[in-house]
């Protein structure tokens, strides 16, 4: 196996050989003095000693070679058995304080894993770096790969073993009841899987019981439509009678969660069975918690697009039929000249005789220019704005009136609260048939959406001339001026992931441990450094470009 050649700054600071350590040296010839220095160096670098020489770059066998006074080619016959080596790694680890791993140590390193690393971390190969990482710091010599990883998969079963009995006692019976029946857990169903199916690991018939419902609250959406909107309502709906206590698991890990739920999202309910009650219940409910945000945050999703579907596709449809019959008029002034021109010279004769024989085109000309100011104008507002009404009471108000009864909608600025008690006013007259209007004597909340161009469709006189509120477009605008605030957060959803209350974007501890997570972002704690290092290299680069300009300058003074 060839090794890439190390830099020479790795190669002096692992490869030197330092004077407390000469005289371990001393008395050693030839290739045992030589294979003793590159032990003692490869075991003071990685904490363990080199499996054998395709371990060993070649570089550092001559780098120490020099050292040590000993042609490299004598490491050709150094043993790597026998009592020689040994010995050797006797002394060297006496000289650096390690030892053995012995039996005491690895049962002790497997209940540490699994307290201090395995119950946040589920990923084999990050628990190991963790346990490598505790061994040298313990001064304890690594045991054979095979041995560690043992140890890493008893720590990981350990700490599931922890969580699911955790987890599983903060649940009520009825709804641990409630988990078991999607997979068909009960004392039948885990008998019948326990004599056959642990053994075969087929998918038996009994995977249909309750399984219907599982399939639907692992589906993933459809796109944007009423009838994904009503499916994911239903999703939602299915989810929420296993009733999860809150902060079921607010101490588990994100990552650690989202394991546990990728792992149940693929296994068959007859590979659930299999499990320990404990763990598959421990499975499950991470799944279903996991999913009632998803589903959340694909409904608010949902309602975004939806509401802006909705005026998209009014612009459009509008856009379109006045742009088959639009003609801009060119000439104006010349056009509102001579129709002047000609009322003036003659003004007692018919128009018809005066005023479009004037005009290039006659009174087609007089049309299109007509057309083109109320297109241009409020009136071309007003068509977007009917058509807007026409498509969201026709398709899509059965699909949003049904998401104000699925989410809970809240607000941490009240500058955005009449908007939530809109949302309440519309709520309580969703089924109110036919009715125009909002009764006079209910209390409207006005909001940043029922200003500006909707003002005069919200608020207008009914046939008696009195000032009412139109109930239909009072959704709709509404509608808009949520769909605004979610998508800057000002209004959050319970039980969101994506779409939460904005207090909670930030872990509870961050400013305790303020130091660690500014690390993990990659962030200074001083933002006055990071101003001084960017000026720094600021002044650096205009430096180098005033250096090279001046060079630039002095060789065309010397070819001139």
Known sequence: MEHPPMRIDELVEHGTILDEERGLIAGKRDATRLGFAILLKFYTQHGRFPRGRSELPDDVVEHVAKQVQVPASEFGFYEWSGSTIEYHRSQIRTHLGFRTCTTADATKLAVWLAEEVAHAERRPERV???????????????????????????????????????????????????????????????????????????????????????????????????????????????????????????????????????????????????????????????????????????????????????????????????INVFKRVTGKENILFKVADAALGQPDDPVRQVIFPAVSGGEETLKDLVHEFKTKGPAYRTTVQTTLRASYTNQYRRGLIALLDTLEFKSNNTAYQPVIEALALIRRYAKAGNTTYYPRGEVVPEHRGTAGDWENLVFKNDKRRRWRVGRMVYEIVTFQALREALRCKEIWVVGAHSFCDPEEDLPKDFAARRVENYAQLRKPLDPQGLHRRVEGRDARRAGGARHRAAEAGLVGHLRA
């Open 128 to 322: 190991r770096e963790e346990l490598l990482k505790h061994l040298r710091e313990e001064r304890i010599e690594p045991p054979a790969p095979g041995r560690i990883s043992r140890i890493v998969a008893s720590a990981l079963h350990n700490a599931e073993v922890t969580w699911s009995m955790r987890i599983t006692s903060r649940l009520s019976p009825e709804s641990t009841q409630r988990i078991c029946a999607l997979v068909g857990l009960d004392d039948v169903s885990r008998a019948a899987a326990g004599a056959g199916q642990e053994l075969t690991g087929e998918t038996s018939e009994d995977d249909d019981i309750d399984s219907d419902l599982l399939a639907l609250i692992r589906s993933a959406p459809d796109n944007v439509s009423l009838e994904s909107m009503m499916t994911e309502i239903r999703k939602l709906a299915a989810a929420r009678p296993i009733v999860l206590p809150p902060g079921l698991f607010a101490d588990v890990a994100p990552k650690v969660l989202a394991a546990w739920r990728a792992r149940a999202a693929v296994e068959a309910p007859s590979h659930m069975r299999t499990h320990r009650r404990e763990l598959t219940v421990l499975l499950l409910a991470a799944l279903i918690h996991e999913r009632e945000r998803e589903i959340t945050d694909t409904l608010v999703e949902l309602l975004i697009a939806t509401v802006h579907r909705i005026k998209a596709r009014a612009d459009s449809k509008v856009t379109k039929e006045l």
